[in-house]
């Protein structure tokens, strides 16, 4: 069975720092994806991670996977206000794509 | 741009009474998913439908559950006799075609059973 933890599970940033988001899997996934979620709102796609060594980036937020340790990353570089929300990473199971979710960071980024 | 649907936004009702949650996918998307997040816990993977049937589902998705499609574009979550503890908000997502492709996830339904 697929487990996913993320660490840390809150996170508080200053602007302009850096910092990464840790996420581990327990057995084999083939994709592993990162979703954002403001309060109270949807889950909106960031990054799906599709093979080992795999790394894309998107303005200030970077993303990495290596499938041999089952860890990805989440760089976010300079941090500003607007990038606080509570980020989750998830593991696919099931030959559907069905997502299995860490239990999020939720990132405040203070002036 | 497309994307997924729910209605209501926001649903209560009594324990033991009939639930009909509602979404609708994006057109041209072929796997439709159910998930559900308690408040301020994670987001949970309840059940998969493609090709008209139920794909996968987790222990969650009991007897009490079920999905539907009734016409081209309306996909349905239908929870019989609800519990307190099936309070939550509940994402409908769809994807082109599954595990390649990123899943695009509706605005949600929070229920609320008192």
């Known amino acids: 069975e697929l487990k996913v933890e993320q660490n840390p599970l809150f996170l508080s940033m200053q602007e302009g720092k850096n910092y990464t988001i840790y996420c581990n899997y327990s057995t084999t996934s083939d994709r592993l994806y990162w979703y954002r979620q403001d309060p109270g709102k949807s889950l909106e796609s960031l990054f799906v991670l599709l093979s080992n060594g795999a790394v894309k980036q998107e303005g200030r937020l970077m993303a990495s996977l290596d499938t041999k340790a089952r860890l990805s990353t989440l760089h976010i570089t300079a941090a500003v206000h607007d990038l606080s929300a509570t980020y989750f990473c998830a593991g696919t199971t099931g030959s559907q794509g069905n997502l299995i979710f860490g239990k999020g960071t939720k990132l405040s980024v203070k002036p | 741009e497309p994307e997924v649907t729910q209605t209501p936004s926001h649903q209560v009702t009594q324990m033991g009474q009939e639930v009909i949650l509602r979404c609708v996918p994006i057109s041209n998307h072929l796997y439709f998913y159910w998930y559900r997040q308690i408040l301020g816990q994670k987001v949970e993977f309840l059940v998969s439908?493609?090709?008209?049937?139920?794909?996968?589902k987790s222990e969650i998705f009991d007897d009490q559950f079920s999905v539907e499609r009734p016409d081209g574009s309306n996909f349905t979550l239908k929870i019989r006799s609800t519990k307190l503890e099936d309070s939550a908000m509940y994402f409908c997502?769809?994807?082109?075609?599954?595990?390649?492709?990123?899943?695009?996830f509706g605005p949600g339904t929070r229920l609320t059973v008192l």
């Open positions: 439908f493609y090709n008209n049937e139920i794909s996968e």
């Open positions: 997502a769809s994807s082109e075609r599954g595990l390649q492709f990123k899943q695009f």
